[in-house]
């Protein structure tokens, strides 16, 4: 594992291109949220070519369904959500310039294949750890599809968000790495 | 015959899903730093350090644990010399979970319809409410806010005697292998055993508000639970799945009698915010 990196948005090609699995980051910058049903609408928007709510190109997504904001709070609770219900999606967005995504757990390899060929991360953050990554989040706006409560894509301004690069720009996981180095085959 | 307001179980319901919410149990916080201690991964024991700091900071600021505040499942025992008055049992209990979901700002994610519109209720209600009625005047309630990132990764086996608690535990294996990363290990594995398939699943999923370190009284069971536990920690999944010999803080199987011809296995996946609260009436 290497030292913390820090990193801002939006992330350009060569920042993306000198992130390797297992690095440790803090990010700083605005980030977008959008999980499940935001999803959807996105890839059907792309698929009838019409434009998107939120640019894409060189930005990020957090998946993440934060919980209600208690006053006070810039945002409720927001850890990760889990990844492989994007992936469907995924591909179609890589072709439009998204260069990072936020959640937790297994990609597809259709979803791997194509972060190679557009160059773009996949970061982990600590599943279940909602409270103290939301400490980083220091603003929150909804910026499209209100209707869907805590699915909407809203904006978050960053700042030090803790994650690890899990699946880098060259297809080197995480997932596939670690665990056998503590694997006893009985 | 005691007489107990609906609008206490409201109270009541309401009281124990903020507590879940809130603050972890002790039981899985202590289990939670021997895991530190155990665990060989420098990634994963920082995992680890995180999840207890999150756990110390919601409980301290009363903050959600985890955004997904769950499904509100409650297993609820109800003495059969109660009589409920001045309202429904049904609609209090989801009137106490309507209230602690808005009060406690904890997150609504419920959708009306599984397939087709997925338009969310906005109330987290309705609540999954498995009644057992049980001798006394009492009503004891424990609720358990379901996140779905581990209920999405639990499996059901229609095993045959055959199998034997070797094909049990190696069902129990491989649906935690298959997993991976995806259900916020370290997890704890609710297991149920007999029955029919439907209640196989549902003693599996109470198994889960079981104390941590207290094992099946019958040791052939709890045998089965440490064999399971050793062998899921032998996966080097490890904590957030980013490698480690911490994949499980405990195994829990319940059993009930079953059918000749079958043995239904049903494993009900819980993320390290294993959350319930148990409170009487």
């Known amino acids: ?186 | 015959m005691r007489k107990i307001d609906a609008r206490e179980i409201t109270n009541k319901v309401k009281s124990l899903f903020l507590e879940a919410n809130f603050h972890i149990g002790k039981d899985v916080l202590e289990a939670l730093e021997q895991a530190i201690e155990q665990e060989k991964s420098k990634v994963g024991q920082d995992a680890l350090k995180m999840i207890i700091e999150n756990n110390r900071l919601a409980s301290s600021e009363e903050l959600a644990i985890c955004q997904d505040t769950g499904l509100a499942v409650l297993f609820v025992e109800v003495g059969q010399e109660v009589c409920i008055i001045n309202g429904d049992f049904t609609e209090a209990i989801n009137e106490g979970v309507k209230v602690a979901y808005q009060e406690g700002y904890l997150r609504k994610s419920v959708v009306d319809d599984p397939v087709f519109d997925r338009k969310n209720t906005k109330t987290n209600t309705p609540a999954f409410i498995y009644t057992d009625i049980i001798p006394g005047e009492k009503i004891k309630i424990t609720v358990m806010p379901k996140g779905f990132g581990s209920e999405n990764m639990s499996a059901l086996a229609m095993l045959t005697a055959a199998h034997g608690a070797k094909g049990i535990i190696d069902f129990i294996v491989d649906t935690v292998r298959k997993a991976g990363p995806n259900p916020c290990p370290p997890t704890i594995i609710g297991v149920g055993i007999g029955g029919t398939a439907d209640k196989a699943m549902v003693i599996a999923k109470k198994a889960i508000a079981r104390p941590i370190g207290k094992h099946n009284a019958n040791p052939k069971y709890a045998q089965m639970e440490q064999e399971a536990l050793a062998r899921i920690n032998q996966l080097g999944i490890g904590p957030a799945g980013l490698g480690g010999n911490i994949t499980a803080l405990a195994v829990h199987i319940d059993y009930l009698p079953t059918h000749i011809a079958g043995m239904p296995v049903a494993v009900n996946v819980c993320c390290h915010a294993a959350r319930h609260a148990y409170g009487e009436i």
């Open chain 1, 1 to 186: 594992m290497s030292e913390e990196i820090k990193i801002t948005t939006p992330l350009d090609e060569s920042t993306v291109l000198r992130l390797k699995a297992g690095d440790m980051v803090k990010i700083t910058g605005y980030i977008y949220t959008g999980r499940d049903a935001a999803h959807k609408r996105l890839y059907d928007l792309i698929k009838e070519e019409k434009d998107l709510p939120i640019p894409i190109a060189g930005q990020v997504i957090y998946y993440v369904g934060p919980a209600p904001a208690k006053p006070g709070y810039a945002t409720g609770p927001a850890g990760p959500t889990t990844s492989y219900r994007m992936d469907p999606y995924t591909p179609a967005l890589l072709e439009k310039g998204l260069k990072g995504m936020i959640g937790k757990g297994l990609r597809s390899n259709e979803v791997i294949t194509s972060m190679k060929k557009n160059k773009a991360v996949y970061f982990a953050a600590i599943g279940g750890a909602a409270a103290l990554i939301a400490r980083s989040i220091k603003k929150s706006e909804v910026i499209a599809y209100p209707d869907l409560g805590a699915e909407a894509i809203y904006l978050y301004y960053v700042e030090d968000f803790p994650a690890i690069v899990c699946i880098d720009a060259y297809g080197n996981n995480l997932y596939e790495s670690e665990p056998p180095k503590y694997r006893i085959e009985s």
